[in-house]
């Protein structure tokens, strides 16, 4: 193995002199962050704008029995405010968002602060003569187009709360999260154009409206202009509504402790679980970790890829950015339509100064060769990031040579849906990188290795076990909606008094964090999470299935791939059709991201006599690796093994 401090990248003295923080700068803060926090978060905090300023900072406690995370608590703010009216006066004329649209023969479009503030108003007036008020529930199933982020920014301006659905969701999971939180309107398009291709988006959701006794309402958007299929007197045309209303809308003063959005994500067992962000602290870690993680500077061109579907989205796309007053891209195509060059068209294009997404995407595009990138000026890129998933150094080093030039200082962020921000992650200014770690931790946040089986924490520099988080930040989620319980059982009852990322992790001699993947049984598949028990549960809802295990397994572009085994009902018969059936069926279940790349039909899985699947032996015949099956004794029926072996699909 190679030792780690052989590549180190540091940042160049040039960049480090502009930084908005350089080593000293880190460390300084850092070493203030940890020893008093309060103070910290005091002085930061400011860095939003409050209606009633807060005197109490931070009251959290990770305490069996008692999790609770409180922010900021008796300060009360608006998120819309602090994204766009307080940017009225000093740049109203700016550019907030900048869309670019599937098709580069289409216009972009250059939405400025002034405009997305008349945008947003208009839309939260709609909202509200649909019945939404404070504390409602609004489900958000849209492409990426600027009404995605006016609706979001609709919500919280009125104090209701938005949870967004991936729209590459199907309509059984959209069902699922509309009852979930109790919708009482869900926001969407008539047609999603991706990749050339268009997605039915209305379609969708009548179909999951179906499932609906009670009179869930849509407002749609109309983007592609094709025929939709409109529900009786619950279904609104958003064009048709804003002629009815004003556009003025006063922001809603909410407490910093009110929920700001719910993101359903998945978990290791059972049914998605939706994550609740609350308003004031989730502000200030995400416009803070904007500016410091990506250097962001007043004028920069700031481009995240990723969809607002996810959490990334939320934070960099809309909220981070747009607090800041930054110049925020949204694009709504996919990296290789017309062709493999397309994110390199664009940040010429656009002159991206920021360039963040994800390194599934950077292994996809480093496949096609370098011919796509070559033909585009990349000269106004000065930093870029990635995020999901671990990025391998061939992916990163590509990204350096071959994207940066040399020039750009790479951040790998660590973070989840549940940290809302940036946990792990380099500053450019401050920071020498290695390919493939995340580095070192933000602001405030205490990362801590603990040894798996025990839990106790790991002092030595040199370490590898589970990764936890020892205090709370700003951004931490503050429940599962409707679930407390399920919050504190997942996420504080392996290891007390920690929070539990579900990370494996490894620090080196310099103190820097490496993360291995997933200890749990949630796989990432192109940098989106999935719950192996989701996949599963889809598989025996059909009715020739009897039983399924789901696995991942490295995947050269995917990172993991999903291997799934099926068992079928007595009398059934494997087959070429069937194995399609199962994948249409999944992606019918769950969406297209959820559909196994490996079915393998398995007479029997290896189980435990007490009749636990043994899933550490799928995972290794599914990586190719079934010489190191390890003890297979308390199996109760071994020879299960030996033809799971025999038939293994990936060779
Ligand atoms: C933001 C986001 C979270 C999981 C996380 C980890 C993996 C994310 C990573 C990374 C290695 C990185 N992950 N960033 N692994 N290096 N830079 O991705 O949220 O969808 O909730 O996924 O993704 O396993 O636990 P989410």
Redesign the pocket.
Known sequence: MLDDNEKLYPPSDAFAAKAHADRATYDAMYQASIEDPEAFWAEHGKRIDWIKPYTRVKDTSFAPGNVSIKWYEDGTLNVAANCIDRHLETRGDQTAIIWEPDSPDDDALHITYRELHRNVCKFANVLKSMGVGKGDRVVLYMPMIPEAAYAMLASARIGAIHSIVFAGFSADALAARINGCDAKVVITADGAPRGGRITNLKDNVNKALLHDTDDVKCLIVRRTGQQIAFRSANDFWLHEEEEKVSADCPPEEMAAEDPLFILY?SGSTGQPKGVVHTTGGYLVFASMTQKYTFDYHDGDIFWCTADVG???GHSYIVYGPLANGATTLMFEGVPTYPDAGRFWAVCDKHKVNQFYTAPTAIRALMGQGNQFVEPYDLGSLKVLG??????NPEAWNWYNDIVGKGRCPIV???????TGGHL?TPLPGATATKPGS?TLPFFGVQPVILEPTTGAEIHETVAEGVLCIKDSWPAQMRTVWGDHERFEKTYFSDYKNYYF???GCRRDADGYYW?T??VDD?I?VS???MGTAEVESALVAHPKVSESAVVGYPHAVKGQGIYAYVTLMGGEEPSEELRKELEVWVRGEIGPIAKPDLIQWAPGLPKTRSGKIMRRILRKIAENDYGALGDTSTLADPSVVDDLIENRMNR
């Open positions: 994500t996810w959490v990334t990635t995020v999901g998933e671990p990025i790998d962020t660590w973070w989840q849906t549940e792990l995340a990322t579900g990370d993360i993947g997933r949630v990432n940098g989106h999470r």
